[in-house]
């Protein structure tokens, strides 16, 4: 760890709110000291920033970029002060000003420029890339409105408007200096020159300007800071004027609130592309932005393109910057003047594709037209990358239409439209799934006559998650308790947390890891009161299910248990073997009807149970709202059972699953995703694996029939009747018949029917475990000691060596 000098520290601060807020420190608010203690740690940082792009420089380091439509870091005044190594003395030097480090910490807003798990991956990757001292950099766009603040008005989600200080945030650092210009509508216009050669010109394009805003990365250790470069949208003002002066001034006005539009707001569904020409349009401005800012690095010190892909790597999280492919090859053929193959084989050199998805819903594909309209030129390059693609096809298997057709980039049939996936995985090197499963159904499932044409392509990247954020500033007491007894070598090698493993047979150690548990779960209580209004026994099983709310990840399964259990001890007069609080976060997208009646279930099953005097000393049910990120990190250590319940081949892989694991909660889990890795590095006998598996629901998909299982299983029949009736919306009788319908009259996609007895066994043999304090204890460090391999380093190595070559330069 570099000593940093904090002795002007208090001086700075002072400086800060003198001259920026002008004010005396005595008549600072809280929010002014966040802002000035951030100020100065913002200080710090470009200082380490400045010197960490001298060390790229001059070493001539490849670089990689990290294109992302999400990123979702999280609050960052604690993050930059524990990755700086400076957080004990930073809370020392506030406290002889009577100031409390933690006040100021809650001041920060959650920048909430993500939906979950895909936007929040990239922001561990940064973490890692930073930790590593490796020259890796995001690339987003710099939104105005975040994803929506989630309330709860009578069980029901409301959303409201999150608008972050995206303009004063402290952590975002205007350049000024640096502006791009991407060309927009227009046509083309074809010329033939004298030898008969095409010559395309788009004119007629309009412009948007891109603004940057730099968000500094610090690494653990504090010797590298990378950074997140953020583009917002804005009309150029040349544009405007000439319709001004053409006497159309509301016509000028209106482009230009049109234009400015682009970063105005994160889509916010999770798991469903969003079909819009405006999400379009901001795909393509993060893809132009990022393409010319990347190549204009790129030429600060080389000439020509030779050393291109040497120098310069891309990553497409997911295909929502998949428009880079064309793009790039836009830049070099028509910007830069080389020819259609040495552009192809330098796109294809530097770009990889992850894929994090297999719902068929969220596979982004475009109508032709829409295309047309907003970006011809790329539209043109994109027929010409697939009618070369297309010959090679031919040539490698003759006569073959079937194939043809499943691997064109272009769907014809009804509306033309691009599918996106084809055109990042033929314009790259590398495919990645993210978890050993989903690649695999990558290969096998999704597009099974790309890999046989380019096996080599294919590759398995399973997902990681920092142990900065997600266990040493999330769970200081944990923490602390691991620090002492292994040392703090786990914090950037998280391997080594496999020599807790020992410490199961400390008695002592034991003792005080749950401990640590029961205290988190304490604080954990303490915010459920405050935020539900419902008080929970913080000895109870704390279950938790916090994701996003969606059919595929059965939040109603576990409805359902819950209302068996409740069944169970009104009707049948059978007691649990232990109290358990079922609690729940989790937003829904805000068109999806049955995520959010699935919230108001939720909502009408906690009243009835938490009110009935007779239950509510067994079970408790409470739904937290407004999930994200700092909720999570409040949620996840006090967690004894972690909720990963995923119809099987849905997960591509789940990040929240590693979380509560490292945190050591025991999984109830499907073995889907990353799920099947936990649980075959932590042992079976230290989490609980039920239902189908992703073969058997393949087997079964055909002649599957939910009602048989509500037929045979009186249990079942019982708790879906409950569901039908109105005993859990009294007030707005029948809502919930929609979710009962779901599964029995419309095939239960999803296979609750078909889970629910192995769901409901699984969960009455975590309740008798449970009762066993010493052995729960044991698998619960085991869980912690055994999930260092999903540490986003990890991850990062591998990306590292295999798809992007780039190396460390401490
Ligand atoms: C997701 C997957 O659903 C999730 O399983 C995965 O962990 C995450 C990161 O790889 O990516 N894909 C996706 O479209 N979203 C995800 O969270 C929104």
Same mark, same amino acid.
């Given at each position: 760890? =570099?000593?940093?000098?904090?002795?002007?520290?208090?001086?700075? @601060?002072?400086?800060?709110?003198?001259?920026?807020?002008?004010?005396?420190?005595?008549?600072?608010?809280?929010?002014?000291?966040?802002?000035?203690?951030?100020?100065?740690?913002?200080?710090?940082?470009?200082?380490?920033?400045?010197?960490? #792009?001298?060390?790229?420089?001059?070493?001539?380091?490849?670089?990689?970029?990290?294109?992302?439509?999400?990123?979702?870091?999280?609050?960052?005044?604690?993050?930059?002060?524990?990755?700086?190594?400076? #957080?004990?003395?930073?809370?020392?030097?506030?406290?002889?000003?009577?100031?409390?480090?933690?006040?100021?910490?809650?001041?920060?807003?959650?920048?909430?420029?993500?939906?979950?798990?895909?936007?929040?991956?990239?922001?561990?990757?940064?973490?890692?890339?930073?930790?590593?001292?490796?020259?890796?950099?995001?690339?987003?766009?710099?939104?105005?409105?975040?994803?929506?603040?989630?309330?709860?008005?009578?069980?029901?989600?409301?959303?409201?408007?999150?608008?972050?200080?995206?303009?004063?945030?402290?952590?975002?650092?205007?350049?000024?200096?640096?502006?791009?210009?991407?060309?927009?509508?227009?046509?083309?216009?074809?010329?033939?020159?004298?030898?008969?050669?095409?010559?395309?010109?788009?004119?007629?394009?309009?412009?948007?300007?891109?603004?940057?805003?730099?968000?500094?990365?610090?690494?653990?250790?504090?010797?590298?800071?990378?950074?997140?470069?953020?583009?917002?949208?804005?009309?150029?003002?040349?544009?405007?004027?000439?319709?001004?002066?053409?006497?159309?001034?509301?016509?000028?006005?209106?482009?230009?609130?049109?234009?400015?539009?682009?970063?105005?707001?994160?889509?916010?569904?999770?798991?469903?592309?969003?079909?819009?020409?405006?999400?379009?349009?901001?795909?393509?401005?993060?893809?132009?932005?990022?393409?010319?800012?990347?190549?204009?690095?790129?030429?600060?010190?080389?000439?020509?393109?030779?050393?291109?892909?040497?120098?310069?790597?891309?990553?497409?999280?997911?295909?929502?910057?998949?428009?880079?492919?064309?793009?790039?090859?836009?830049?070099?053929?028509?910007?830069?003047?080389?020819?259609?193959?040495?552009?192809?084989?330098?796109?294809?050199?530097?770009?990889?594709?992850?894929?994090?998805?297999?719902?068929?819903?969220?596979?982004?594909?475009?109508?032709?037209?829409?295309?047309?309209?907003?970006?011809?030129?790329?539209?043109?390059?994109?027929? %010409?990358?697939?009618?070369?693609?297309?010959?090679?096809?031919?040539?490698?298997?003759?006569? =073959?239409?079937?194939?043809?057709?499943?691997?064109?980039?272009?769907?014809?049939?009804?509306?033309?439209?691009?599918? @996106?996936?084809?055109?990042?995985?033929?314009?790259?090197?590398?495919?990645?799934?993210?978890?050993?499963?989903?690649?695999?159904?990558?290969?096998?499932?999704?597009?099974?006559?790309?890999?046989?044409?380019?096996?080599?392509?294919?590759?398995?990247?399973?997902?990681?998650?920092?142990?900065?954020?997600?266990?040493?500033?999330?769970?200081?007491?944990?923490?602390?308790?691991?620090?002492?007894?292994?040392?703090?070598?786990?914090?950037?090698?998280?391997?080594?947390?496999?020599?807790?493993?020992?410490?199961?047979?400390?008695?002592?150690?034991? %003792?005080?890891?749950?401990?640590?548990?029961?205290?988190?779960?304490?604080?954990?209580?303490?915010?459920?009161?405050?935020?539900?209004?419902?008080?929970?026994?913080?000895?109870?099983?704390?279950?938790?299910?916090?994701?996003?709310?969606?059919?595929?990840?059965?939040?109603?399964?576990?409805?359902?248990?819950?209302?068996?259990?409740?069944?169970?001890?009104?009707?049948?007069?059978?007691?649990?073997?232990?109290?358990?609080?079922?609690?729940?976060?989790?937003?829904?997208?805000?068109?999806?009807?049955?995520?959010?009646?699935?919230?108001?279930?939720?909502?009408?099953?906690?009243?009835?149970? =938490?009110?009935?005097?007779?239950?509510?000393?067994?079970?408790?049910?409470?739904?937290?709202?407004?999930?994200?990120?700092?909720?999570?990190?409040?949620?996840?250590?006090?967690?004894?059972?972690?909720?990963?319940?995923?119809?099987?081949? @849905?997960?591509?892989?789940?990040?929240?699953?590693?979380?509560?694991?490292?945190?050591?909660?025991?999984?109830?889990?499907?073995?889907?995703?990353?799920?099947?890795?936990?649980?075959?590095?932590?042992?079976?006998?230290?989490?609980?694996?039920?239902?189908?598996?992703?073969?058997?629901?393949?087997?079964?998909?055909?002649?599957?029939?939910?009602?048989?299982?509500?037929?045979?299983?009186?249990?079942? @029949?019982?708790?879906?009747?409950?569901?039908?009736?109105?005993?859990?919306?009294?007030?707005?009788?029948?809502?919930?018949?929609?979710?009962?319908?779901?599964?029995?009259?419309?095939?239960?996609?999803?296979?609750?029917?078909?889970?629910?007895?192995?769901?409901?066994?699984?969960?009455?043999?975590?309740?008798?475990?449970?009762?066993?304090?010493?052995?729960?204890?044991?698998?619960?460090?085991?869980?912690?000691?055994?999930?260092?391999?999903?540490?986003?380093?990890?991850?990062?190595?591998?990306?590292?060596?295999?798809?992007?070559?780039?190396?460390?330069?401490?």
């Amino acid at each position: 760890m =570099n000593k940093i000098d904090l002795s002007g520290f208090k001086a700075a @601060m002072g400086q800060y709110l003198r001259y920026v807020r002008g004010k005396k420190i005595e008549d600072a608010s809280q929010k002014d000291l966040f802002n000035a203690v951030s100020s100065v740690v913002r200080m710090l940082l470009i200082d380490i920033t400045m010197e960490t #792009e001298d060390r790229y420089t001059k070493a001539d380091a490849k670089r990689m970029h990290y294109l992302s439509i999400e990123f979702l870091p999280g609050r960052l005044l604690s993050n930059n002060l524990l990755n700086l190594g400076i #957080e004990k003395e930073c809370r020392d030097i506030l406290k002889t000003m009577n100031i409390d480090l933690d006040d100021l910490l809650n001041e920060e807003h959650d920048p909430a420029l993500g939906n979950g798990g895909l936007g929040r991956l990239a922001a561990c990757y940064l973490d890692s890339l930073a930790t590593l001292d490796m020259p890796g950099f995001g690339y987003g766009i710099n939104y105005d409105y975040g994803l929506f603040k989630q309330t709860i008005m009578a069980g029901e989600q409301r959303e409201n408007p999150d608008f972050w200080p995206n303009r004063s945030s402290p952590w975002l650092l205007a350049r000024s200096d640096v502006r791009c210009m991407v060309p927009v509508y227009g046509r083309i216009q074809g010329t033939e020159d004298r030898e008969g050669e095409y010559n395309p010109m788009w004119v007629d394009w309009k412009l948007i300007l891109g603004r940057v805003h730099d968000i500094p990365i610090a690494g653990f250790g504090g010797r590298t800071v990378n950074r997140l470069r953020l583009f917002s949208a804005w009309a150029s003002e040349d544009f405007d004027m000439q319709v001004f002066n053409e006497g159309d001034y509301f016509r000028a006005v209106e482009e230009k609130i049109q234009f400015e539009s682009i970063s105005k707001i994160l889509y916010p569904s999770d798991s469903m592309a969003a079909g819009r020409e405006l999400r379009l349009v901001q795909e393509y401005f993060l893809v132009a932005c990022s393409v010319q800012d990347i190549i204009r690095i790129y030429l600060k010190d080389h000439e020509g393109f030779d050393q291109f892909p040497d120098k310069v790597a891309i990553q497409l999280n997911d295909t929502h910057p998949a428009l880079t492919v064309a793009e790039l090859m836009r830049v070099l053929v028509d910007v830069h003047g080389l020819e259609w193959d040495p552009a192809w084989k330098i796109t294809t050199k530097t770009l990889g594709y992850t894929n994090h998805t297999l719902l068929p819903e969220a596979l982004e594909t475009w109508p032709v037209s829409i295309l047309k309209r907003v970006i011809p030129r790329h539209l043109q390059i994109i027929y %010409e990358i697939n009618r070369r693609f297309i010959e090679l096809v031919k040539q490698r298997f003759p006569n =073959n239409t079937r194939l043809v057709k499943s691997m064109s980039i272009i769907r014809e049939g009804g509306e033309q439209r691009i599918l @996106m996936a084809n055109l990042a995985i033929i314009g790259s090197h590398s495919v990645n799934g993210v978890a050993r499963i989903h690649s695999e159904l990558v290969k096998n499932n999704l597009v099974p006559d790309f890999y046989r044409l380019w096996p080599e392509r294919f590759n398995n990247k399973t997902n990681g998650v920092t142990p900065r954020r997600w266990i040493l500033s999330a769970n200081p007491g944990l923490s602390g308790l691991i620090t002492e007894a292994i040392g703090d070598g786990w914090i950037s090698d998280l391997d080594q947390l496999k020599r807790l493993e020992p410490l199961v047979h400390d008695s002592v150690f034991l %003792e005080r890891f749950a401990q640590v548990k029961r205290a988190n779960k304490i604080d954990l209580a303490e915010i459920i009161g405050e935020t539900t209004y419902v008080e929970v026994d913080p000895d109870s099983i704390f279950d938790i299910h916090a994701k996003r709310i969606h059919e595929y990840k059965r939040q109603f399964l576990n409805v359902l248990n819950i209302v068996h259990t409740y069944l169970k001890i009104k009707e049948d007069k059978q007691i649990p073997g232990a109290p358990r609080t079922f609690i729940f976060a989790g937003k829904a997208a805000p068109g999806y009807v049955n995520a959010k009646l699935t919230i108001r279930l939720i909502h009408g099953v906690a009243d009835v149970i =938490n009110n009935d005097p007779e239950v509510s000393p067994w079970i408790r049910v409470v739904f937290i709202p407004d999930y994200r990120v700092s909720l999570a990190e409040a949620l996840i250590p006090g967690a004894d059972v972690s909720e990963q319940i995923s119809c099987a081949g @849905m997960e591509a892989s789940g990040t929240g699953n590693m979380k509560f694991a490292m945190n050591g909660a025991l999984t109830v889990g499907t073995l889907d995703g990353a799920t099947v890795e936990i649980a075959e590095r932590v042992g079976l006998e230290n989490l609980y694996i039920f239902g189908l598996k992703v073969d058997e629901i393949a087997a079964m998909r055909k002649h599957y029939n939910p009602r048989d299982y509500i037929e045979n299983n009186p249990d079942l @029949m019982r708790v879906m009747n409950v569901i039908r009736s109105d005993l859990f919306c009294k007030k707005d009788p029948g809502i919930f018949k929609r979710l009962h319908d779901a599964v029995v009259d419309f095939g239960d996609y999803y296979f609750n029917m078909a889970d629910f007895s192995a769901y409901v066994e699984t969960q009455n043999q975590v309740v008798t475990d449970y009762c066993n304090k010493k052995q729960w204890a044991e698998r619960s460090i085991l869980n912690t000691a055994r999930t260092g391999y999903f540490s986003s380093d990890r991850a990062i190595r591998e990306y590292a060596d295999d798809i992007w070559k780039i190396k460390p330069f401490p």
